[in-house]
Structures are given as C-alpha cells and as structure tokens.
C-alpha cells in the first residue's frame, strides 16, 4: 500500500507564529486530505486536496502530485490550534491510508 | 454539510459482551468506514463496505464482524469483547472511489 510519511513528528509554536507541516507519499493518489483531531478525538477534514492550492482563513494547503508531497501552513497560530495534524490519502482503492500525524501545541 | 454520527462517544462493556457500534451518515454515500485508532500504531482499517449488504475486510479485521443493511447505517459487532478491543472507533463515510471523508466523532471503548 501506499506510504505517508509526515514531518516533523511534533512541533511547538509560541502564539502568533507562522509554521508548515509536510506530508511525503510514496505513488500517485486520486485524494489526500489534511485532517485536525480534536483533544476529543474527532477528525476534522480541513482540505480535500489531490492537487493545487487551497485556502481557509489562516489555514492553506498545497499538493504537489507530481512530485508525491503536501504542504500544510499556519499562520498566526492560536492556541485552538494544537492537536494532531493527519494527511491522509487515497489511491486507486476504496482505503484511505494515514500518516502517524503531526503534534502541535500551540503555547500563549 | 455531510453529517456523520456514532450512537455512542463513550462505552464500557465487559469482557465477552457482545457490543454493536452503530454509525449513520445522511448524505446517501456509497461508501462507509470503521477504523480504530491506538496510541502508537494510528489509524487502521477494520472493515469497509461499497453498498448495501456489501463489506470488505480492512487490516485487522479479526473479532470484528459489520453489517450494512441500508446504505445510510454502518454497524460494527464485536462479537465477544475483549480488552485488546479497547479503543477509540471512528467511523466514516465518502462517495464515490475519489470523493472526500467525512469522519464520525467517535466512540470511545474499554472492555473491562
């Protein structure tokens, strides 16, 4: 199946800060979403992204199909947005396969 | 907005109950979900299905059985609980082979 490979593994923002969060895929997909799960556990879809570039708020997001990788920014960050980042994607098959995330904490 | 909804976000049952996990989503999606997720070991697969009545075995589907009797209702059975199913379930949905998931917000089991 297909590998994702997310980077770095945790990350710590003071508040106001601007970070990017990467995701690696190992074959050509036909969906990959960014995910944020909440201290509650719920996974929320933040982009629907197999190509191009996205924008929502001070979230965006770009994916390079071409070269297997994605970009997740955050700008301004607030302490809202600590929790566990996920990519997942999705080729010829009905599975969505995950990346093991991204931690972000977000101090004020 | 696609709304997907787990019947429970907190469970505790005991070993060898059997346990059902139901999931409903009401945007008439083909496809629907069950995955668990532990710490360390992220996401897996247990079941998925592509239509009614159909099912598909994901990574670890052993002590998991499903049923999919009406396209908007996913059901995951435990058939005799265990500790090693503790665990948090999430369900989703998504149509089509490229369309977008939407997630439940999950249910949180511990088999005592």
């Known amino acids: 199946g297909i590998q994702v490979e997310q980077s770095p593994p945790d990350l710590i923002l003071q508040e106001g800060a601007n970070s990017t969060l990467r995701c690696n895929f190992s074959?050509?997909?036909?969906?990959l979403q960014w995910f944020h799960q909440n201290p509650w556990g719920q996974l929320i879809n933040l982009f629907y992204?197999?190509?191009g570039t996205k924008q929502n708020g001070r979230l965006s997001a770009t994916t390079v199909a071409t070269e297997r990788y994605s970009l997740l920014y955050i700008s301004s960050s607030q302490t809202t947005d600590s929790g566990v980042y996920f990519c997942?994607?999705?080729?010829?098959?009905?599975?969505?396969?995950f990346g093991a995330g991204t931690t972000v904490t977000v101090r004020a | 907005d696609v709304k997907v909804t787990q019947s429970s976000r907190y469970l505790v049952k005991r070993t060898g109950e059997k346990v059902f996990l139901e999931c409903v989503q009401d945007?008439?999606?083909?496809?629907m979900f069950w995955y668990r997720q532990d710490p360390g070991l992220g996401l897996r697969l247990i079941y998925f299905?592509?239509?009614?009545?159909?099912?598909e075995k994901g990574d670890i589907p052993e002590g998991y059985s499903v049923s999919r009797e009406k396209k908007e209702r996913f059901s995951l059975i435990l058939e005799s609980a265990s500790t090693n199913q503790t665990s948090m379930y999430l369900c989703?949905?998504?149509?089509?082979?490229?369309?977008?998931?939407?997630f439940g917000s999950g249910t949180r089991l511990t088999v005592v």
């Open positions: 989703a949905s998504s149509a089509g082979v490229s369309g977008g998931y939407t």
């Open positions: 997942a994607v999705r080729s010829n098959d009905y599975k969505l396969s």
């Open positions: 299905s592509y239509d009614v009545k159909m099912k």
């Open positions: 945007m008439d999606h083909e496809n």
């Open positions: 074959d050509s997909v036909n969906n």
């Open positions: 992204i197999p190509s």
